[in-house]
């Protein structure tokens, strides 16, 4: 059974740091892309940032690119998410997900659809 846990989310201060961690179970992680999807209390669900199996590609919504960054440790199975400059516009939850890629051509995604996995979700709150 596959499991994706997430955690370290939080109430922070405007400007503040906050690292998450997603540790997967079940899977081959290492044949798997990851990627960090947030939702915001009464809107969609948005793509965060992705990286692939290797972690030599990743790519950042526009939002966010310059201060988060994504990493990835395939010998434990995790993914992080190092938030910086945090602003109330950040606030939701947090959710990792794993995306198997089909091709070469295409490692990885920001469309939640393409998404094989998920996990619960970590609120982050980042208070003005």
């Known amino acids: 059974q596959v499991q994706l846990a997430e955690s370290g989310g939080g109430l922070v201060q405007a400007g503040a740091s906050l690292t998450l961690s997603c540790v997967a179970s079940g899977l081959t992680f290492r044949d798997y892309s990851m990627g960090w999807f947030r939702q915001a209390p009464g809107n969609e669900r948005e793509f965060v940032a992705t990286?692939?199996?290797?972690?030599?590609?990743?790519y950042y919504a526009d939002s966010v690119k310059g201060r988060f960054a994504i990493s990835r440790d395939n010998a434990k199975n995790t993914v992080d998410l190092r938030m910086n400059s945090l602003t109330p516009d950040d606030t939701g939850v947090y959710s990792c997900a794993a995306y198997r890629p089909t091709s070469n051509l295409v490692v990885i995604t920001e469309k939640s659809e393409e998404y094989d996995y998920w996990g619960q979700g970590t609120q982050d709150t980042a208070a003005s």
């Open positions: 990286i692939g199996w290797s972690a030599d590609i990743t």
